[in-house]
């Protein structure tokens, strides 16, 4: 999109960070100062509909919390803390549960739910595609789209706008353990407030961030390493990627490419971005077979490889820097790379 205060091409909406001389990004953070801004009475009945929420919950957790063995000094503690929400989250030992869900972000939210009202940590969270028999003791979350919504507004409120970017981003990663390590994330976060994103060495937020430079860098690489073959007028390409990157890739290429239609089939992850009629939508398909090239298709593909042999500089030519720049793992997807597979 075009940057509303320079006017040229705004990368920083490519990404999940805002850029601080933004007018958009100035306008929210407006309207959060506000927000925090108004008077005691007006905050009131909200305060007063979290508190009542959160005590339901929290008689519903009794039962629970006695055969835990929870004492009665800090039931104490916790009851006389006033601020609504999440911030009654206290350090919590790992237990001897697994969660299941269903593989969705609020659905995820829904575990972080269950987690801080329960109070219980949980050695793994599962989507249910993936879970296996185990002797461990497990539970069943659904998806809960109020509760979702709930824990998606304490984010921002308790952590930061960049906080709720990096949960989003990462959970499309190829992390492992990722709806683990983003629980421990906003348990921490719940704990420590703003100042969690500046603790960089720590070890519930440095894997995250690891975990979102890898997923943009390889969007970045994969927006010049596509390459896309005509089938009757319109343009295909496979990709492999480990994260799921089809989300930030979009808008490069539905900008590059606007006046045709085109896919990127995800073979990993199972999905395609379409484009088709100036509209885009991402789609799971569990296979999308092209046709064969066309004698006109294969021209294009010994010219484009005839420009790439003929561009290199034989004196230069330098294996290990190549594979640096362009990995090899991505080779398979690229027409000129094809015969040194």
Known sequence: ???PLYGGSCRKYETVRRCPGCPV???????RQARWAQPAHAKAPLAQEARQGQDQAWQESQAYDEARGTSMQMKAQLAHMQEPGFARTATMQQDAVIYHYDGSLPGFFCCVYESVYRRELPSAII???DAQPTL???K???TDHDKARRVRRSIPDKIGEDALDLIETVFLSCLDQ???????FLLLGYREGRKTLHMLSHSDVAPLLNAERHLLREAHLLKGFIRFSDYGGVLAANITPKNFILPFIAHHFCARYAEEDFVIYDKNHKAGLIYENHKRSVVYLEEMPFPPADEAEERYRALWKN???TIAIEARENPKCRMTLMPKRYWENMTE???LL
């Open 25 to 31: 990004w100035a306008e929210a953070k407006a309207a």
């Open 127 to 129: 989507p249910w595609k």
């Open 136 to 138: 461990m003791q497990t």
């Open 307 to 309: 420009f790439y042999h």
């Open 1 to 3: 999109m075009r940057c």
């Open 178 to 184: 990722k709806e683990l390590r983003c629980l421990r």
């Open 140 to 142: 069943e979350i659904v």
């Open 337 to 339: 790379m094809e015969e």
